[in-house]
């Protein structure tokens, strides 16, 4: 996993101001959605991670070299190709959700997502609340 500096805690304005400025009037709309979606499940506020990243919480984790770092509990990337969605470094018995998602491919941490109308946003829903349980169980986790 790669790590990147997380900007300092920016208030939702920032965050709204990263998703009003979107070119793609699909990964708009859909970043306005996954706002919704995830204000409802984390109760945590959005940060800007990196450049392009949005993020709720944080949780430190250690690479096999010793180094340690960070990185959000949950959040999404409105990237190019597909609206990726970030949901556990562990990805534990997630198998029901993802088996009605519908549409996705998914990686190490997270799934690729090519567009939100063709998934099951209960079952994303049920994916991210899976998630944050999972990474604050084995992770020292905060909100900001």
């Known amino acids: ?45 959005a940060m800007i991670w990196g450049t392009h990243k949005v993020g709720y919480g944080r949780y430190a984790y250690t690479l096999d070299g010793g180094r340690s770092s960070e990185f959000m509990i949950a959040g999404f990337e409105p990237a190019k190709k597909h609206m990726i969605v970030y949901l556990s470094p562990d990805f534990e018995d997630f198998t029901a959700p993802l088996e ?34 999972s990474t604050e169980k084995n992770y020292k986790t905060s909100e900001t």
Request: glycine letters at 4%.
């Open 100 to 133: 009605i998602l519908g549409k996705h491919d998914k990686g190490k941490s997270c799934i690729f997502i090519k567009a939100l109308k063709d998934v099951n946003l209960a079952a994303l829903e049920e994916l991210v609340r899976l998630g944050m349980a």
């Open 1 to 45: 996993m790669t790590f990147v500096e997380p900007v300092a805690a920016a208030s939702k304005s920032r965050v709204e101001r990263y998703i009003s400025n979107l070119d793609d009037p699909q990964r708009k709309a859909e970043s306005e959605e996954l706002l919704a979606l995830f204000a409802r499940v984390t109760d945590l506020p």
